[in-house]
Nanobody
Framework: QVQLVESGGGLVQAGGSLSLSCAAS????????MGWFRQAPGEERELVAM????????YYADSVKGRFTVSRDNAKNTVYLQMSSLKPEDTAVYYC??????????????WGQGTKVTVSS
């Protein structure tokens, strides 16, 4: 079955950096767009960044543009999210997902279990 496993979350001070990884199995990874979403307590899940199947196209939410970078390695079935200049408002559970290259949570049908990122002020 499809499995997406995130890693790399943790506690970091404001201004610091973290790198998240998501290893995929059970699907033809290179056929899917990949997205990184986040959900803070009491908030809706929001799209942070996504990358198309080849890596040629990327999208970023305005709130993270210039600070986060999404990339993928199709040979390793892995998608990455490099986060820098982190702010306390970036605190959330971060999820990776596989689906179609659309800014819509409903376009992504496979989800990881999430990894928690906490940014202290």
């Amino acid at each position: 079955q499809v499995q997406l496993v995130e890693s790399g979350g943790g506690l970091v001070q404001a201004g610091g950096s973290l790198s998240l990884s998501c290893a995929a199995s059970g699907l033809t990874f290179s056929s899917y767009a990949m997205g990184w979403f986040r959900q803070a307590p009491g908030e809706e899940r929001e799209l942070v960044a996504m990358i198309n199947w080849s890596g040629d196209n990327t999208y970023y939410a305005d709130s993270v543009k210039g600070r986060f970078t999404v990339s993928r390695d199709n040979a390793k079935n892995t998608v990455y999210l490099q986060m820098s200049s982190l702010k306390p408002e970036d605190t959330a559970v971060y999820y990776c997902a596989a689906g179609s290259y659309h800014n819509d949570v409903r376009s992504f049908g496979a989800w990881g279990q999430g990894t928690k990122v906490t940014v202290s002020s």
